[in-house]
């Protein structure tokens, strides 16, 4: 059974920095690309960033472009580093994994298989 567990979420004052770890298990991920969502209350999920099976091509969204940056640590481990975070990053943020080998970072939330719970981000003016 595939699970993907987010961790790192919390409260920051804006201008601050969070880092967001999500580590799947019950397959490996080696050869699938990965991604962040997020989704803000009474918006619809959103693109963050994702990132390719072996971590050489990642795309993110342009309004977190400069601040936000995907990486990964194993075949099954992502993590988000967020900076200099701003009110409007408030969110509950989701990992999401592709169930198909050797897909590109995709950005559409129909590219992904897999998805965590979500994990909480505040960010405090």
């Known amino acids: 059974q595939v699970q993907l567990v987010e961790s790192g979420g919390g409260l920051v004052q804006a201008g601050g920095s969070l880092r967001l770890s999500c580590a799947a298990s019950?397959?490996?991920?080696?050869?699938?690309?990965m991604g962040w969502f997020r989704q803000a209350p009474g918006k619809e999920r959103e693109f963050v960033a994702a990132?390719?099976?072996?971590?050489?091509?990642t795309n993110l969204a342009d309004s977190v472009k400069g601040r936000y940056a995907i990486s990964r640590i194993n075949a099954n481990t992502v993590y988000l580093q967020m900076n200099s975070l701003k009110p409007e990053d408030t969110a509950v943020y989701y990992c999401?994994?592709?169930?198909?080998?050797?897909?590109?970072?995709?950005?559409?939330?129909?590219?992904?298989?897999?998805w965590g719970q979500g994990t909480q981000v505040t960010v405090s003016s």
């Open positions: 999401a994994a592709n169930s198909a080998p050797f897909g590109g970072a995709a950005i559409g939330a129909w590219e992904y298989d897999y």
């Open positions: 019950g397959r490996t991920f080696s050869r699938n690309a």
């Open positions: 990132i390719t099976g072996g971590g050489g091509s």
